[in-house]
């Protein structure tokens, strides 16, 4: 299975889809991120991101290369471009991005250039949102903005690599990595974790909402089932 992660900046990959990212990747699944600002105007983050895909089994990275904190500023359709390209070009049947009422401008714009790069008729059957922490769950609770999780994902085995791939993090020029209590803390990676587990009976868990999901004959027949 080809899985593509699309991450606003260096990190979200990490904190919001880390553990399912590198159980994908145990499975035998290829995974590519496709984080969209440069990571490294201010955090010099790049590099982080590169020794965190490889904690994490990821195949392949791709930076868009634009300006952190200011995905907003430009058309969306220069974003939805090269996220078009990269999807004719990796054909993801899966696609993890962020929730689009994200407190942070940049992570909606993510989402919505998502939405249109992976459009019915993209070849991608499934696409999920994820938390990004500290910014998912600092949203106003007002206008159906509140993250409302549907699928959870079982990361009891892959936890410690998600934890140890935030650590690359710590090595920023600007540390994205915080004390706890900070929802960018190792600690409070794990305490998210198991309340997730706890919501659903497992250990621990990563949370995310499906968009959309599209169940083909042809996806069921592929493997013969
Ligand atoms: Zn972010």
Redesign the pocket.
């Known amino acids: 299975m080809r899985v593509l992660v699309v ?3 260096p ?2 990959e990490t ?1 919001g889809a880390g553990g399912t990212v590198a159980r994908h990747a145990r499975r035998g699944d290829e995974v590519w991120v496709c984080v969209l600002t440069d990571g490294r105007a201010p955090y010099g983050a790049a590099e982080c991101t590169l020794r965190a895909a490889d904690v994490l089994g990821v195949k392949k990275v791709v930076f868009l290369g634009f300006t952190d904190q200011r995905l907003d500023e430009g058309a969306l359709l220069d974003v939805i471009r090269p996220l078009e390209q990269l999807v004719a070009d990796f054909r993801p049947e899966v696609v993890y991005t ?1 929730y689009g009422n ?1 407190v ?1 401008q ?2 909606r714009v993510a989402f919505n250039a998502t939405m249109v790069a992976t459009r019915p008729g993209s070849g991608v059957r499934r696409v999920l949102s994820f938390e ?1 922490a500290s ?1 998912t769950e600092w949203v106003p609770p007002f206008g159906g903005n509140v993250f409302a999780p549907s699928v959870y994902v079982d990361i009891t085995d892959t936890l410690q690599a998600k934890v140890d791939a935030m650590r690359c993090y710590s090595d920023a020029r600007e540390s994205e990595v915080r004390p706890y209590p900070h929802p960018r803390s190792y600690e409070a990676i794990e305490v998210y974790a198991k309340r997730h587990g706890v919501e659903c009976g497992l250990y621990a868990a990563e949370a995310f909402m499906l968009v959309r999901e599209v169940i083909a004959d042809e996806e069921e027949t592929a493997d013969g089932t």
């Open positions: 991450s606003a900046h990190d979200d904190l962020h994200d942070n940049d992570h990004a910014s």
